[in-house]
């Protein structure tokens, strides 16, 4: 059997076990909702709605802070001589290459195909008031990440899930943490194995 046959069969065995999974939690997590003659996944709505209320509620720090962004960026901001730490730039590039992923590059392509030049505002639109968004879940992750005695970081929603919703809501909160923090990990973890291009 030839490594090309191999691989084929491999693959097919794959998509052959994902493909129901995938259709499942397909419907789950777009599940639409009629408004308007269209259907609207709800997914999408909370993430309407959610940039403007975090863009409001802390100021347009988008905006505002915008200046000391570069100013980090630039690295205004590193502490010399910290051997092995990761600085602000190789942060910021880490944080882009888990956010900016797949549908980022294919969708922007095919939103224009189907609704024209328009919808280039609109991704504007949504990727200014998805910086705030964004802004919350990394100060999230600041907030609640744990620094270890050997001066190792984790943190992410794994840590702030739990520990948030336990401190805003007690113990009911905190199972519930858990339950998403172990749903976000199996869900990065599965996106990680099959989310990404097999090149041959």
């Not at 639109?125 to 100060?139: D, I, N, S, Y």
């Not at 600041?142 to 007690?170: I, N």
Request: proline share 4%.
């Amino acid at each position: 059997m030839s490594l090309d046959s191999l691989t084929q069969s491999v693959d097919k065995a794959v998509s052959g076990f994902f493909e129901p999974i995938a259709t499942w939690l397909g419907e789950v997590v777009f599940y639409s909702v009629p408004v308007g003659g269209t259907e609207l996944p709800l997914i999408v709505a909370w993430l309407v709605v959610a940039g403007p209320v975090f863009t409001g509620w802390f100021g347009f720090v988008q905006l505002r802070k915008f200046r000391l962004a570069i100013d980090v960026v630039r690295g205004k901001y590193d502490e010399k001589g910290s051997a092995g730490e990761v600085n602000h730039v190789q942060a910021l590039t880490a944080a882009l290459s888990g956010t900016v992923g797949l549908g980022n590059i294919a969708c922007v392509a095919v939103a224009v195909s189907i609704g024209g030049p328009g919808a280039t505002f609109w991704m504007i639109l949504c990727g200014l008031l998805g910086m705030a968004t964004k802004f919350v879940e990394v100060t999230l992750g600041v907030k609640y990440r744990e620094v270890h005695a050997d001066g190792t970081v984790s943190g992410g929603p794994m840590h702030y899930l739990p520990k948030g919703l336990a401190e805003r809501f007690g113990k009911n909160g905190k199972t519930l943490g858990k339950v998403l923090a172990v749903l976000a990990s199996f869900m990065i973890l599965f996106f990680g194995l099959f989310g990404g291009s097999w090149a041959r």
